[in-house]
């Protein structure tokens, strides 16, 4: 550590520890790492969710820790960031972005449906199982379409495939849930995608120089 660097940690830990969590997570990269921390806790209590829950609840519950594991094979190092960016040119995908796409987008999407799927309506667990199915067939077609592997392609192959395949068959044979359900909830992640897709984009075009002219 140069004394720079030393100096801005000392700089950001009087700032409150706020700060210094955002910088550690964020400006400093930590949080893929920390979330295969906690995906190993998670699984560490799995047995004990599923020795108290339904196997439908259970799987609902699993989804998270596999994408937490997703992510560490996706972000650990920057990877997926800097792949996005090559392809679309400059910053378009930001670290502070990337993060909370990912804490909101995915963390707070999978406990949200894993608290109604066990509070409200086990149907809700579709919620989590739909955004591990989407993320897997946008790497698998990103893959094919671009003949490369990109980051988060392996674990979206071996693991998102088929423990949400078998998610996916579990609820609906505990739930029977209508074609309404599968179209809103499904909806909703393929929105979600759509929609970071297009903020990438418009990111991209707003920081490109505008063309002159004559």
Known sequence: MTANDAAARRSVADRGWP?????????DWN????????????????????????????????QLPLYLIHQGEEHIGDRFRRHINAQAGGDALSRAAT????????????LVSIVLAAWLDLAWGFLAVYLTLVNAV?????????????????????????????????????????????LALAGFVVLEHAL???WVVARRDSASPPEHCG
């Open 196 to 198: 970071i897709v297009a």
């Open 99 to 110: 993060f909370w796409i990912n804490s909101l987008g995915v963390w707070g999407v999978d």
């Open 138 to 182: 946008v790497h698998l077609l990103a893959g094919i379409v671009r003949r490369e592997i990109n980051p988060g392609l392996v674990t979206a192959v071996v693991s998102f495939l088929p423990c949400g395949a078998a998610a996916w068959w579990m609820l609906e044979r505990a739930t029977g849930s209508g074609v309404a359900v599968h």
């Open 31 to 62: 949080w893929p790492a920390a979330g295969l921390v906690a995906a190993g806790l998670i699984v560490g209590l799995l047995p004990v969710v599923w020795a108290v829950a339904s196997p439908a609840l259970a799987l609902v519950v699993t």
């Open 19 to 27: 700060a210094a969590c955002w910088w550690w997570l964020v400006d």
